[in-house]
């Protein structure tokens, strides 16, 4: 009923910026909240960054100052800007969301994207 297309990934070189972008489509009222996370190999998927639909906004630590989170309500758009690229960055990049479908009764469902790679490399 809901689907999310990232895209933005790719290879870049350390300092360098990505953004990346998360599309939602499928029978939606709205989005309430929506999350960037990332999983490097062999490493456990960890939250990079969350923004609820008042635009309020949370960073990991390791991110802070770096990303920016963003969304884009009318078109159900989620952004992540990432500046200042480190090695640590590499990881496979998935949005979340909890969308609210056009339904009746109202219901709500947890939503993952298929993921983006950003490796940052020289």
């Known amino acids: 009923q809901v689907q999310l297309v990232e895209s933005g990934g790719g290879l870049v070189q350390p300092g360098g910026s990505l953004r990346l972008s998360c599309a939602a489509s499928?029978?939606?009222?709205?989005?309430?909240?929506m999350a960037w996370y990332r999983q490097a190999p062999g490493k456990e998927r960890e939250l990079v960054a969350n923004?609820?639909?008042?635009?309020?906004?949370k960073y990991a630590t390791s991110v802070k100052g770096r990303f920016t989170i963003s969304r884009d309500n009318a078109n159900n758009t989620m952004y992540l800007q990432m500046n200042s690229l480190k090695s640590e960055d590499t990881a496979l990049y998935y949005c979340?969301?909890?969308?609210?479908?056009?339904?009746?009764?109202?219901?709500?469902?947890?939503?993952w994207g298929q993921g983006t790679l950003v490796t940052v490399s020289s």
């Open positions: 979340y969301e909890v969308v609210v479908l056009r339904t009746v009764p109202v219901k709500a469902l947890d939503v």
């Open positions: 499928g029978s939606i009222s709205r989005i309430n909240y």
């Open positions: 923004i609820g639909r008042d635009g309020t906004t």
